[in-house]
């Protein structure tokens, strides 16, 4: 049984706590402005100005709040040109072995607190996708839900230019953080590919680059002294 309890973080967004593994989602500073400053300023963003249109692998999909961002930071960077030949497209797999509950999903705050009511259907989508396939959230953002692990992942045929690892910690989830994790993330993600997680300690940044990855340590968000930053060598 996965028990999840939604709560509200310092900067009023959501997150929620799981019980069994004793773990909030997301920083207790502020869940939004964690995301947005790893995952959206130090990958996205980063990724999208090297390469127009890109593959997104998440691991722990959780609450979907990296989605939605993601969405609307592509729409607010598409929304700059008129012409859709020079619109930049984003396909986003996301990994779930415990999907949230639809009444648990739908009472997260972030569509309010993001000012974006307009983007509730697609996160309650987000939330019901079908277990391995593609839906089409909006003409140019894709999306699937995998709910499995990730050590039972084996879509090969697409090579990902952008992770987002967002496991549980090492403390509570050791087996996301391993050599055969990040030599499997490596193996299904493109030369110069981006990986960003809010972790930073020495012996994932090791673990890493034993799995051939180039690491920097970025400053972290508020709360937190540093993240990481890993680019997959070729
Ligand atoms: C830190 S939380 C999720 C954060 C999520 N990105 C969000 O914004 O809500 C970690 C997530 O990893 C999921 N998870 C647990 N074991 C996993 C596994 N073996 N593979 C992929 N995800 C896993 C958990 O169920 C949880 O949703």
Redesign the pocket.
Known sequence: M?TVKIFKTEDGSH??F?EKKNEY??SIHGAVQE?KHVFINAGLEFKLSQKESINIL?????????VILTLMHLNSANAITDDSILKSKIKYHA????PLAHETAIELNYCEFLDVPHLKDIFSQIHCAPDGYEISLTETFDFARYLI???DYNNMETKYDLV?F???SPEV?P??WTEAIFSKLASIMEPEGVLVTYCSKGIVRRTMQMCNFNTERLKGPPGKHEMLRAIAMP
């Open positions: 996965n997150t929620l799981n989602y997301h995301s998440e691991i722990g999909l959780g609450t979907g709040l990296n990994i779930e072995p415990f692990p990730f050590q987002y967002d496991a549980f989830e087996g996301l």
